[in-house]
């Protein structure tokens, strides 16, 4: 069997010259013997695959509450994409993979239920006590939440993932990307996830949206990338049902928009004459872009699914109640702590954690359908507690 270094020696030589080689890893926060085979990337996203964090993305909301319906996309399987289209990308790119790929499958472990609904409820509630960001509670997840070894809280990820958990996003300014030098910008591994990730949710939201019923499909065909994604499917596949029709259509848009990042990039890259991850880090805030006529017909999209979708009467019905829910949960807790299991009030005894930030921990990481039973049980007088 190769080693680890010749695994590391096979991914350098294949890699671009911008690339990040696992081998040049900036390392861990605790010391821990290397892995006779398995290269430093690779191990963290297994121990993000093996997280609970990342199980309990089953159950929480992408746009639709899970109880809606098994069809929908859950926090989970958006992950899931995103991290296909990371991994495509990363590619095409000669990007490193398996960076790219624990980069997208931790990007939204510290989500909140009930999506960005609840993110914004929490950010409200927790605004006397710094906040509450997704992005800076994913890296939270990861270097403290989590107890899974002897001797470390937290997963104890490379620099590098860690990194691209804070940074993946154009906003250096959290406290959180101190630590990893505000003033540079990160890996390409880590940039491609944020488009990533707006692909696939772009994508699955216009089949979550027209399986619901939310979407008119007339209206959608206004949309310049819908309409002429269906045109060409609709040619290609003359006859075929609509519901054959409506995916084949969504893969042509992922398609068309992962193809323009990559031949955008790659021309930026020799228009820059990027030769180095040094280079890379130089380019603020972000070297990763569309072309012009793609960024346009991307923010066309955009547009149309916030307000056909995202402001839709149901899902706005959604959105007040996951409000309420929240808030309710974070205000009994604080009024009175004790109601709290025994494992999170210890934390903030033993850490010496202010009781509003393990509470916002411990709501944080509830899946829908727990925190709409915690609920029934504080405030339903029939219900066991």
């Known amino acids: 069997m190769p080693s680890r270094a010749e695994f590391e020696a096979r991914e350098a030589a294949t890699l671009a010259p911008y ?10 926060r605790h010391r821990e013997a290397e892995h006779p085979f398995r290269m430093a990337f690779q191990r963290d996203r297994d121990r993000i695959i093996h997280s609970t964090a990342f199980r309990r993305l089953e159950y929480k909301t992408q746009v639709f509450v899970n109880h809606e319906g098994d069809y929908y996309r859950t926090r989970l399987t958006h992950t899931m994409e995103a991290a296909q289209v990371t991994r495509t990308l990363a590619r095409a790119l000669g990007l490193n993979e398996d960076l790219a ?11 909140t239920p009930f999506g960005h609904a609840g993110e914004r409820t929490l950010d409200r509630l927790m605004a006397p006590h710094g906040g509450f960001d997704h992005n800076a509670q994913s890296l939270r997840i990861v270097d403290l939440l989590e ?5 470390f809280r937290g997963l104890n990820l490379s620099f590098e993932v860690r990194e691209g958990i804070v940074k993946h996003s154009t906003r250096y300014d959290r406290p959180q990307v101190h630590e990893f030098d505000a003033a540079l910008a990160p890996c390409l591994e880590a940039q ?6 707006e692909i696939a949710y772009n994508a699955h939201d216009i089949d979550d949206g027209l399986k619901s019923g939310m979407l008119d499909p007339d209206e959608l065909r206004s949309v310049s990338l819908w309409a002429d994604a269906l045109e060409r499917v609709s040619r290609d596949a003359a006859g075929a049902p609509p519901h054959v029709l409506r995916y084949q259509a969504v893969r042509a848009i992922i398609d068309r928009l992962v193809t323009d990042l990559v031949d955008h990039l790659v021309a930026g890259v020799a228009e820059q004459r990027i030769d180095s991850l040094a280079a890379v880090r130089r380019v603020k805030p972000r070297l990763v872009e569309y072309s012009p006529e793609i960024a346009a017909c991307n923010a066309e999209l955009k547009s149309f699914l916030y307000d056909r979708l995202y402001t839709h009467h149901r899902v706005t019905r959604m959105t007040q109640k996951a409000d309420r829910i929240m808030t309710a949960l974070f205000e009994v807790y604080v009024a009175e702590p004790r109601q709290l299991p025994p494992h999170v009030t210890r934390r903030a005894r033993d850490d010496g954690e202010p009781m509003p930030r393990v509470i916002a921990d411990y ?7 727990f925190a709409l039973e915690e609920y029934k049980k504080l405030f339903d007088p029939y219900e066991r507690v």
């Open 101 to 111: 790929e624990a980069v997208a499958l931790a990007h939204d472990l510290g989500h």
């Open 19 to 28: 690339a990040m080689r696992s081998r040049d890893s900036r390392g861990r």
């Open 147 to 151: 107890e899974r070894y002897p001797t």
């Open 192 to 197: 491609i996830v944020d488009f990533a990730d």
């Open 363 to 369: 709501v944080a990481g509830m899946t829908d359908r």
